[in-house]
């Protein structure tokens, strides 16, 4: 007997070959996630590898993103990117002031914000995978964009920005596709394999300019910057292999494509009752949702299954992860650390702080799963909001001031730079296990499939806006506060820790369906955890309805 869950938790998987199918992708030589993978595979629950193996190919989306956002950390202290696009000194030398630095950054935030937001329009109207194509090929022109510049500064944002639509696009998409094909019981882990690629790529950026900030030229970062259209490509292409949202094909009246695709991704015949099964459930829940008409923006804002608090926890969650102090390391990380009087290069300590997000991330793939989204972020918030205060205080008292030469660091200037170092390594660990990719498996899974691309846009773009703010007024503040602008930080986490513990109930192992119900429970969400609904959802209700329409239509 076939054993399935609701359609809208993801389509139910089975019985899948991988033969003509995907090739085993390069992180799987890896042996704690090939270890992960198989566990997976092995749980008593309807997963399938080609599902899995999707879903990793879709969140390269997410390296798109992470290596655009950590390779313009390096470039701003590069010679030949600062004789380029800053100004020239009293005294001869070039530099880049601190308003330059804010526009070259946040222009790609700038870009992602009404990317996030344009999405839910291309994802209706091209379909998620037209949607991923689109994209993609509008983030490999930004890229162009800029490593064909020379001297001009409004070239390079203007690439930057161009750039930014598809980062921020495809941060909505991806989350949105893998929540509509990833089975309930593996949906978080599939959503943190994105926060993976995203880590990743700014892993991956910091190791290309540590090897390429030695050329004396103009390569010296347009190879940095120029591979990204390398990962555009590679998207782009194996976009042409992947296959559409079954949902989404039949949501626009192509019934015999989302069989095939059904069937295919099943390794089943059209005809089996299987496929039958699956299809005719997406396709009850399609006409439930679309019974009042179409969604509106205004629509994720209402009192309706308490549409408005979901939002609201989603757009928060972003907020807060965005202000965590994670991102200004990674974007202003090799300029700070230039003050922190450290034996190591600017270069070496952002890789470091690289492998280390890296590293931190990968355990997030079980925590997610065994600890459930409340106590990871309660966790976070705790650990993280430890380690700015201390990076904060002991930077304001012992560094010394930006621009000291080396020769002139005292043994307490060493010393404190020392600190500020290693709890900034600490920071950055934690936020890979927690923060890091926790918001956007909550983002993934909270709302049902009506407004579902209108709310995880409305999140996406709240991170894009703080992102933005952040990358455009950091350095400005370090400019007139220094390390103390940690304590910002230091602040936001503590509230972020208030914000969950009252306001963020767990959603680990419920479909969509059952999170409508969590939230009509009116459960105080400090008392969510081991929740269990008390109603059986579409499984039944198809069934009834297929019974009534055979007597009403003999």
């Not at 700014?202 to 990204?228: C, D, K, M, V």
């Amino acid at each position: 007997m076939n054993r399935f869950y609701p359609a809208s938790s993801g389509l139910i998987l089975k019985h899948v070959s991988l033969a003509g199918g995907l090739l085993r992708p390069p992180f799987l030589q890896l042996p704690f996630l090939r270890r992960l993978f198989h566990q997976i595979m092995a749980r008593d629950v309807p997963t399938s590898r080609r599902a899995v193996l999707l879903a990793i190919f879709i969140a390269f989306g997410g390296f798109l993103f992470g290596y655009d956002m950590g390779v313009i950390s390096g470039c701003l202290i590069m010679p030949d990117f600062i004789r380029r696009f800053g100004q020239e000194g009293t005294d001869g030398q070039y530099y880049l002031s601190s308003s330059r630095q804010s526009i070259i950054v946040s222009l790609l935030s700038a870009g992602t914000f009404c990317g996030a937001l344009a999405q839910a329009f291309t994802s209706d109207r091209l379909g998620r995978r037209g949607s991923i194509l689109f994209w993609s090929a509008i983030f490999t022109v930004g890229v162009a964009i800029q490593t064909g510049t020379t001297y001009s500064l409004v070239q390079l944002v203007i690439g930057r920005y161009i750039a930014g639509l598809g980062v921020g696009s495809l941060s909505a998409i991806v989350p949105l596709y893998n929540g509509e094909t990833a089975p309930k019981a593996i949906r978080g882990t599939i959503l943190v394999i994105y926060q993976v690629q995203v880590i990743s790529g700014i892993f991956f950026s910091y190791l290309f300019e540590l090897g390429s900030h030695t050329i004396n030229n103009s390569a010296s970062w347009r190879i940095p910057i120029g591979l990204q259209m390398v990962w555009g490509i590679i998207l782009l292409s194996g976009m042409f292999f992947l296959p559409e949202s079954p949902r989404h094909l039949l949501g626009t009246g192509r019934g015999d494509e989302a069989r095939k695709v059904v069937a295919e991704l099943n390794g089943v015949p059209e005809d089996n009752p299987l496929v039958i099964e699956i299809v005719e459930e997406l396709d009850f829940a399609i006409r439930e949702e679309n019974e009042g008409g179409k969604a509106t923006w205004l629509e994720c804002f209402s009192t309706r299954n308490a549409l408005w608090r979901r939002t609201i926890n989603g757009m928060m969650l972003q907020f807060v992860q965005q202000l965590n102090g994670q991102n200004f390391y990674y974007y202003y990380g090799d300029t700070f650390f230039q003050s922190a009087g450290a034996g190591l290069s600017p270069y070496i300590i952002q890789t470091v702080l690289g492998a280390v997000s890296v590293v931190g991330t990968l355990p997030a793939l079980y925590f997610i799963e065994t600890w459930g989204r409340r106590k990871s972020l309660l966790l976070g918030a705790a650990g993280q909001a430890v380690c700015a205060l201390i990076v904060a205080l002991v930077g304001h008292t012992t560094l010394a001031p930006t621009g000291t030469p080396t020769s002139a660091l005292t043994a307490r200037n060493r010393a404190g730079g020392d600190v500020v170092i290693t709890f900034a390594v600490f920071q950055v660990f934690i936020f890979g296990t927690t923060w890091g990719p926790t918001p956007w498996v909550y983002l993934g899974e909270s709302f049902p499939l009506r407004v579902r691309p209108k709310s995880i846009a409305l999140g996406s773009a709240t991170n894009w806006f703080w992102n933005f703010m952040l990358s455009f007024f950091s350095p400005r503040i370090v400019d007139k506060i220094g390390p103390m602008i940690m304590l910002v930080f230091f602040g936001l986490l503590v509230f972020g820790y208030i914000y969950v513990y009252f306001a963020i109930p767990e959603t680990k192992g419920l479909t969509l369906e059952e999170v409508d119900e969590l939230y009509r429970s009116g459960i105080p969400p400090w008392r969510s955890v081991g929740w269990r609904p008390s109603e059986k959802h579409y499984h039944h209700e198809v069934h009834e309805k297929r019974a009534s329409d055979s007597v009403e239509n003999p």
